[in-house]
């Protein structure tokens, strides 16, 4: 796994031997922002599938640390849970993941998803509403939140919701081909 803070630390280290290293500064203002932006799956979280395509069976222990490195850890140790059925283990991880980094937000994408197999939908409603918060035009978070408000019986406001979500589908498709 990556260690961003680590980066950083060195970063700043090689700016205050030499202040005048344009490069360093540019990668360290990269960073900073990386960090401050919200967090997407295809951005920040490696690919941990071994050659077969499968992921590992390893036990792990549950302190990985409160930093990108440890949420990216609980975030990976989530989706094995989730993948096994195993919704309440799976929603304290993303939990844990979402903790260090607020603004993960396939964090919460998956805590979402954990949180309506375990029907608590009300839950769910916010985690999709902190989620599109972060990452206003991704669809997959309008489709979650439009499968919860339908439990919850908001069927116009889920109709809504996925009136959006196609809407945006549609914006990316477009864009994609231009």
Avoid: C, W
Avoid at 69 to 88: E, P, S, W
């Amino acid at each position: 796994m990556k260690h961003y803070e680590e980066a950083l630390s060195a970063y700043e280290q090689a700016l205050e031997l030499n202040p005048d290293i344009s490069g360093v500064l540019d990668n360290k203002n990269r960073l900073q922002k990386m960090l401050q932006t919200p967090l997407m799956l295809s951005e920040l979280v490696e690919n941990d599938e071994d050659e077969t395509g499968e992921y590992g069976e390893e036990e792990y222990e549950y302190n990985y640390g409160d930093n990108v490195t440890g949420a990216i850890a609980y975030y990976h140790q989530g989706v094995r849970l989730k993948q096994k059925q195993q919704y309440d283990e799976a929603a304290q991880l993303f939990k844990k993941a979402i903790q260090p980094v607020p603004t993960f937000t396939n964090a919460y994408h998956e805590l979402g998803y954990v949180l309506q197999q375990l029907k608590r939908h009300r839950e769910a409603f916010t985690t999709y509403e902190q989620a599109i918060k972060l990452a206003s035009t991704e669809p997959s978070l309008r489709k979650g939140k439009a499968e919860v408000l339908e439990k919850l019986g908001r069927l116009e406001e889920a109709k809504q919701t996925r009136d959006v979500a196609k809407a945006l589908t549609e914006n990316v498709t477009k864009k994609s081909t231009e």
